[in-house]
């Protein structure tokens, strides 16, 4: 059974800082592909960070150079530090695993970060 359980979200002011982390189980960690996504409300859910197996990394827009994602295969673990959060970083956050062959997209259930100005 795959589980991907997010962790670390919560309240923060503008400015600061968040860690989120999203264990995973049920899968070849090391082989898989590893996104984080969020939504906001009444907005299409958007990706924030992705990191591939071979660890190339590309981000959204409007991270670039406040988010860093990470992982640890060691721990099937990826990583998303968020610094200098703005309140517009409101959303539920998701971790995403997919692998092209074989197929397989997962999602976990989400974590909430809300920034307070």
């Known amino acids: 059974q795959v589980q991907l359980v997010e962790s670390g979200g919560g309240l923060v002011q503008a400015g600061g800082s968040l860690r989120l982390s999203c264990a995973a189980s049920?899968?070849?960690?090391?082989?898989?592909?590893m996104g984080w996504y969020r939504q906001a409300p009444g907005k299409q859910r958007e990706l924030v960070a992705a990191i591939t197996s071979g660890r190339s990394t590309r981000y959204g827009d409007s991270v670039k150079g406040r988010f860093t994602i990470s992982r640890d295969n060691t721990k099937n673990t990826v990583y998303l530090q968020m610094n200098s959060l703005k309140p517009e970083d409101t959303a539920v956050y998701y971790c995403n695993a997919e692998r092209r062959s074989p197929s397989y997209d997962y999602w976990g259930q989400g974590t909430q970060v809300t920034v307070s100005s």
């Open positions: 049920g899968i070849f960690f090391s082989i898989t592909d």
